[in-house]
């Protein structure tokens, strides 16, 4: 028996066996052996979705290349690669996805299968970037879906959590390949809330950052450049020090009460502007290495901002020691049956705690805020949906449902946690 836990250390599991497939063979003998079946990426998901006590797979070795349409416009792509070695791979012939999000550790099937996204009012998550899947599913073979192609199964599986077989290839919309300017400077909330449409269509790519004891923000900004545009390059770093940030976070573990001085010192050391210039894969990600757990909803854009400022209101009032920023965001809306955003373009409020802190009661009180504004929660990310709540949210599920009886009638690919969200 070996055990696995996810980045944050807060899903710990102990699989029968974690195995790495190379090809379609290895997968398939494996499948076919096991109860029950769950996918792994980088771990990067804080709710259990890789929770399993039997077959544990990662795709990380399997093989694969990506296959350039004539086009130029889609890419058949493995599955399993991460988002850092497939942009870069994206790159070396001459294209890009249209959108990533701050990290790219995860896997190209563990981002599209949880709708995982970027920022950007005009663009979506990265499931709408998905076309189409070629999957190994619980009878063994190897099934290709898309829109005139098993049409049901590939709406299905657009954002899939997992439910339907293991992604092995997934076709990707891309654009030619391009450079992007990363500008982040301190701004009052006040203005940027005022003026937030304004700076949305300036932009496309607009985020800030905001600690609850702060009234300024921490305003970022990404927008296409032409390839000889002059500025630092993507390994300088343009936000506040980690090492910093780390050793505040330690202090605020230790003594919760100084939260708001030191996030307001943060602030302080985090007024100086900056500016970077370069391949778009390179400036999108950001490091991200302390460890935090986190909390997301998708609001409808008009509740964005005024369910913002209730969650700050709420930490504020009850003194609670928060010491990561929220992270806010906007989205498009799409038609995907299973997506946060398919009522309509998003505002997506990112909720953090530092790993070593106590954040379950916080999380709590938080989730309430963040429900009052209409919002849904990012799959992958902590959460506490019941069966109810998911027929609620989304008119499509019992369609969803219903292909995944289809196409697993015996469960092999649901876990705990799954059989419960959806009451299967």
């Known amino acids: ?38 996918v792994v990426g980088a771990g990067h998901s804080f709710m259990p979705l890789c929770e399993t006590s039997d077959l544990l797979l990662s795709l990380a070795d399997y093989e694969g290349a990506i296959d350039i349409a004539p086009d130029r416009r889609t890419v058949w792509a493995p599955a399993g690669w991460s988002l850092k070695k497939l942009t870069a791979a994206l790159w070396d012939e001459g294209l890009s996805l249209i959108n990533q999000g701050d990290i790219n550790p995860q896997s190209l099937a563990g981002a599209v299968s949880t709708g995982t996204h970027g920022t950007g009012a005009e663009l979506g998550s990265l499931s709408t970037q998905a076309c189409g899947f070629r999957l190994m599913t ?9 829109p005139t192609l098993n049409p049901e199964l590939y709406e299905a599986q657009r954002l899939s959590l997992g439910l339907f077989g293991v992604a092995v290839e997934i076709r990707i919309n891309v654009l030619p390949a391009y450079h992007l300017e990363e500008r982040v400077e301190r701004r009052p909330l006040a203005e940027v809330a005022e003026r937030l449409d304004e700076l949305a269509a300036a932009t496309r790519h607009m985020e800030f950052f905001v600690f609850p004891y702060c009234d300024d923000v921490i305003f970022k900004t990404l927008h296409p450049v032409p390839a000889d545009t002059p500025g630092r390059p993507p390994s300088e770093a343009g936000e506040t020090d980690e090492a910093t940030f780390k050793m505040i976070c330690d202090i605020c573990a230790a003594l ?34 302390i460890r935090f757990e986190e909390m997301e909803y998708e609001l409808p854009r008009a509740a964005g901002l005024p369910t913002l400022r209730a969650a700050i209101d709420h930490i504020r009032k ?28 998003g505002a997506s409020i990112s909720f953090h705690q530092y790993a070593k802190m106590p954040w379950r009661p916080a999380f709590a009180e938080m989730e309430a805020v963040l429900r009052d504004g209409a919002g849904r929660p990012h799959w992958a990310k902590r959460h506490s949906l019941t069966p109810a709540d998911v027929h609620r949210l989304y008119p499509r599920a019992a369609d969803f449902l219903a292909v995944r009886k289809t196409w697993d009638p015996a469960g092999k690919f649901a876990n705990t946690h799954l059989t419960e969200l959806f009451g299967l």
């Open 318 to 345: 009850r003194r609670l020691p928060i010491t990561f920023p929220f992270e806010f965001r906007l989205a498009a809306g799409d038609d995907i049956w299973m997506s946060p955003f398919n009522a309509g373009p």
């Open 256 to 289: 919760p009460h100084l939260t708001p001085p030191l996030q307001r010192l943060i602030m302080r050391l985090a007024g100086k502007s900056s500016r970077r210039v370069g391949p778009a894969h390179a400036i999108f990600p950001s490091e991200r290495n």
């Open 138 to 146: 619980a009878a063994g073979q190897i099934v290709e879906c898309g």
């Open 1 to 38: 028996m070996t055990g696995w836990n996810n980045w944050s250390g807060s899903v710990v599991t102990s699989p029968r066996l974690i195995a790495r497939p190379r090809d379609a063979g290895e997968l398939a003998a494996l499948v076919a052996q096991a109860g029950k079946v769950r």
